[in-house]
């Protein structure tokens, strides 16, 4: 096991109407971890706006120095984007695993 997050299990785009550049992200996965850990959402970096209009973020974990056996658990995360750019037709979160992709 190398702590790590093995599954994306459900994602959640949520947009304000009240202010149209915010977004929110909530993601639930499962990691396999044996050390204290916060999950997070790691935003990938463009240069140029992709063809397809996904935003992309990787799932990971960020560990801390305690230690505990080896469990497999449920972790979430919200991540939120306070000025999302116009390209942005779809969310892609990436897990070790797999992947899930939300339309926005």
Do not use: H
């Not at 992309?56 to 999302?84: A, C, H, W, Y």
């Amino acid at each position: 096991m190398n702590d790590k997050i093995r599954y994306v299990d459900r994602i959640q785009v949520v947009k304000d109407n009240q202010e149209p550049g915010l977004m929110t992200i909530k993601a639930k996965g499962t990691a396999d971890i044996r050390i204290l850990s916060n999950p997070v959402l790691v935003p990938r970096e463009y240069a140029e706006a992709p063809e397809d209009g996904i935003y992309e973020l990787d799932f990971q974990l960020s560990p801390t120095k305690e230690q505990f056996t080896e469990i497999e658990m449920e972790v979430n995360v919200i991540f939120r984007i306070g000025k999302v750019p116009d390209w942005v037709r779809a969310v892609k979160i990436n897990a070790s695993d797999n992947a899930d992709i939300e339309l926005v």
